[in-house]
């Protein structure tokens, strides 16, 4: 074959395969979150209308590891090499997603570690260029901070205990992050009865809304007197209300060692949401307490630090820049080299 056959014969190949539509591979959430195992389908990307309803599926963007390859047969034509993540933390992830209120009704997740043929050049850059229509035909897009948890574990000691010790305060993270007072008050209260701190209202009153340890600290922004030391507020208000301190604060552990979250809730499972549409927004981007570097040290030093308005800040400043859709496409197209 000629040089100019050669080239016609390779328009024609691309002109063939741009008429037919792109297969999206997807994998059964329900099949890896019950028999750890990884069932990929292929399908259209773009169902014709008239014939089914569109395809369903939740799209993963989540951080990267580097952990030893694992080989994974996709059943659908390629074997996925994978190194960002054990399939141990997806697998988990698949069961959270099989019982969380808005994803339990969808049977495919799209993640590119495993979706994406990273063997076949020409599948491979079909893929790349598919990318901002796979992320925007999602049902939902998931974005998973933590999926690379085991290679996270194995980086140092130290954060391998600063996440055990996290597990101990499960529920705490859970509904501190999705703002539900009533059940941070519930918890505090068990907290409390468990350290046998009288049940005198107003003892418990100064405890839970003067100290920064509890809910209303957590949320709220109080600014604390020159020289202020929690340790001896603490201290005062026992002293004031005439009842002895306990000492049992230190050998207290509030729930024990639990990797999976959605086991412990007492209600139905959901994955924290962003709204960008959250009139609350308004006030807490208006807030200068952690605007800058210099203002961020002055909070901590010297008010309640509430962690709450503190990680809404960040989220909103730093999806509010540009879409997350936006911002996660870049941040795949910094990956493309490894796909």
């Known amino acids: 074959m000629t040089l100019g056959k050669e080239v016609e014969q390779d328009v024609k190949d691309t002109q063939k395969r741009q008429q037919q539509p792109f297969q999206i591979v997807l994998v ?26 569109a395809l369903k599926y939740i ?6 590891g ?9 059943k659908v034509g390629y074997i996925a090499t994978l190194t960002s993540f054990s399939l141990n933390d997806f697998y988990q992830l698949c069961r959270m997603m099989t019982i969380e209120s808005d994803t339990k009704h969808i049977q495919y997740v799209w993640v590119d570690a495993i979706c994406v043929d990273q063997s076949h050049y020409r599948r491979r850059k079909e893929t790349i260029y598919q990318m901002s229509n796979i992320y925007e035909r999602a049902s939902y897009i998931l974005a998973i901070p933590d999926l690379h948890l085991t290679f996270l574990k194995g980086t140092s000691m130290k954060i391998n205990d600063l996440l055990k010790q996290s597990m101990h ?3 705490d ?3 501190l992050l999705h703002g539900n007072v009533d059940k941070m008050a519930a918890i505090e209260t068990t907290f409390l009865d468990e350290l046998n701190v009288p049940k005198d209202p107003a003892l418990r009153q100064l405890l839970t809304q003067w100290t920064d340890h509890f809910v209303t600290g957590f949320m709220n922004y ?5 020289g202020y030391i929690d340790a001896k507020a603490l201290d005062h208000i026992y002293e004031t209300s005439g009842t002895a301190k306990t000492n049992n604060m230190d050998n207290y552990t509030p729930y024990r060692f639990h990797t999976d979250t959605y086991k412990v809730m007492d209600d139905a499972f959901s994955f924290f949401k962003f709204d960008f549409d959250d009139p609350s927004f308004a006030s807490i981007l208006n807030s200068d307490i952690y605007l800058t570097e210099s203002n961020t040290y002055i ?24 879409s997350f859709l936006e911002m996660m496409l ?8 490894k796909y």
């Open 66 to 74: 580097e952990l030893q390859e694992t080989l994974v047969d996709t």
């Open 28 to 53: 059964d959430i329900k099949k890896a979150a019950e028999n750890e195992v990884i069932h990929c389908v292929k399908t259209p990307l773009v169902v014709e209308e008239g014939k089914t309803e």
């Open 173 to 175: 993270l859970y509904y």
């Open 330 to 337: 870049s941040s795949k197209a910094s990956k493309n080299g």
């Open 59 to 64: 799209a993963l963007s989540y951080r990267w």
């Open 169 to 171: 305060l499960i529920k």
């Open 299 to 322: 909070t901590r030093k010297s008010s309640s630090n509430p962690v709450y308005i503190q990680f809404h800040y960040t989220m909103i400043r730093q999806l509010k820049q540009q």
């Open 222 to 226: 109080k600014k604390h007197h020159v």
